[in-house]
Structure formats: C-alpha cells, structure tokens
C-alpha cells in the first residue's frame, strides 16, 4: 500500500511534509520516483502527465489537490473503476467569497478605472443594490459567493444545471433558464466546473444576452472564455470590461493583449488556493477510508467531469 504524490510543476514537499505530520509511517512516492508502481493505490494529484495512471495498475482513487478536477477529468485514458474526489474547504469558500466581493466592489467603484486615469474626474457608478449579480455554477463554492454578495446588500441570481435553493438567491436552469438569467445580470461571475459542455461558454452569443456594459468576472477555469469574443463585445461597448484571474496559458503569456487592455484586470490565479495544511486531514482521511473500504467523501463522477 503506498501514496503517490504526482504534482510536475509545482512543489511536492509541502504535500510530503503535511502528510508526514499527520502518518510518519506512511509509505510515500513522489512522481517521478515510483519505484514500485504495482505499489500505488492512492494519488493526490495536480495536473498529471496524460495517461501516466495506467501505469499504476493497483491505483483505486485519485484526491485532486484542489477544488477543481478538470486536471483529472479532461484525461481520456483514467481507468473508469478509480474513485475522484476533490477538496472542499471552509476557507477556500472564505477566500473566494471575499476574492469575489473586493472585484465586484473595485468594478462597481470604478477602482481600477480612477487609479489608471490619474485625474480628478470622478465617474459615475451604480448603488449596490442596482447591481445584479449572476453567477454561473452554484456548487459549494458558488453558494458561498452567493451568500457573502447578499449580505454585502447585491441583488443576487445563479444559472447551474439543476435547480438549486439558496435562501435569497433566484434560481435558474437549463437553456431557457439561461437566456432568462443572463437578460437580467449586470454583473456575471463564471464559477462553473470545467466540462465539455461548459467549455467556451463565455462566448459571444451569451454576451450579446447580458444588458449593454455588463460586466465579466471570471474565477474558474480559462477554457471557459473565448478570448476574442471578450475582447470584441469589449470594444463594442456591449461589455464594460472583466477581472480575469484564470487563464488558458498559465502564466498569461507577456505578449497576450489582456495584459495592456485598459479594461481587462487580471491576477495570477490566486482567487482561492489550497494550503497542504488544512486540507491534508480531508485526504488522509479519505485513505483511511480506501483502506477500510468506506465511502469517501467528497467524491465527483468522471463522466459528469464535477
Ligand atoms: C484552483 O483553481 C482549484 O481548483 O483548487
């Protein structure tokens, strides 16, 4: 029985550290160094090489590092019988939320606007309470966006592919519920998971269906955005502009045009990340369960991608 820590890119050693505090006995691997794949029945994992779990005949769940499984599930060659879960964490819920809020605010208070101006011409802005808030996808995180926009006094709507009942927020599904949803926000907030269906859907023909000089913000995945359709509905005035902080090159490439449009803000991806710490007792706690053959909790279907 052994752990595989499989993360390229990224640093391995406080996963190794975290788990090591909490079982100092456990039997680890970090990838590239399996020594005995046939050993491996456990993966915390962020961003593998494509098909490189076939190569672990005993693997029974892959833990996605973070909140977001697309990394997992966008693998063609995972073998259907492996378990998937994914983080869900009260602070990551925290961190979004207020992520979100201080973007909503600085577009509402025109704050990035009046600093890159530098001039004394105040511009005009809405009251809170004339904004509405749309956001697409209402899982644990967006739930959480929702609640803290509400107590902040926003009006408050959320699209997601079941009908969802959150105290305040309206809800809508579906294609129509769509159309229906996206005339109504001024201000629309992408926190969908990252599926073949919800690939490119922030494109051009769902921003012609928001109310002219609406506002994009978008903290979930890059491929959800067709980049040039943004950049277009920008120019036209049909959108007032967007706070970007995921991307489908990471990092944004210098030469990219987000980086010197007067109208795009963007940050690094850092709405919402993982601390090892905190989340490490979910994942060993789950390992446990592997062993002892309990469910697990925080589990995602592949097929559904979430
Ligand atoms: C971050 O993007 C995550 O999915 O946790």
Redesign the pocket.
């Known amino acids: 029985m052994s752990v595989l820590i499989i993360c390229p890119g990224k640093d391995a050693k406080k996963w190794v550290e975290a788990l090591k505090d909490l079982e100092p006995r456990i039997n680890l691997s970090v990838y590239p160094e399996v020594q005995e794949p046939e050993n491996i029945n456990y993966a915390i994992s962020w961003k593998h090489p494509r098909g490189i779990f076939k190569k672990y005949p005993n693997l029974r769940v892959i833990a996605?590092?973070?909140?977001?499984?697309?990394?997992i599930t966008s693998d063609p060659e995972i073998p259907e019988n492996i378990s998937i879960t994914?983080?869900i964490d009260e602070q990551?819920c925290k961190d979004m939320s207020s992520f979100v809020l201080s973007l909503v605010m600085n577009k509402v208070r025109n704050i990035s606007l009046h600093h890159s101006a530098r001039s004394w011409e105040p511009l005009m802005y809405n009251q809170v309470e004339e904004e509405q808030i749309g956001i697409m996808g209402l899982g644990t995180l967006g739930e959480a966006v929702a609640i803290k926009l509400l107590a902040n006094d926003f009006k408050v709507s959320g699209w997601s592919k079941s009908k969802k009942h959150i105290e305040g927020v309206q809800s809508y599904n579906g294609e129509r519920g769509l159309s229906e949803f996206l005339k109504r926000t001024t201000l629309l907030v992408c926190l969908l998971p990252l599926t073949s269906e919800t690939e490119n859907i922030l494109n051009k023909e769902l921003f012609e269906q928001l109310p002219k000089g609406a506002y994009i913000i978008n903290v979930a995945?890059g491929e959800h955005l067709v980049e040039h359709d943004l950049l277009e509905m920008i120019d036209k005035k049909q959108l007032s502009g967007a706070s970007l902080d995921?991307f489908r090159n990471e990092p944004l490439p210098q030469e990219h045009p987000f980086w010197k449009h007067p109208r795009i803000n963007i940050t690094p991806?850092i709405?919402?990340?993982?601390d090892p710490k905190k989340v490490i007792g979910q994942i060993f706690e789950n390992y446990k369960r592997m062993l002892e053959n309990l469910p697990l909790k925080n589990l995602i279907e592949l097929r559904k991608g979430y």
Request: no cysteine; net charge positive.
């Open positions: 996605s590092m973070g909140a977001g499984v697309d990394h994914r983080i990551l995945r995921v991806h709405a919402s990340v993982t």
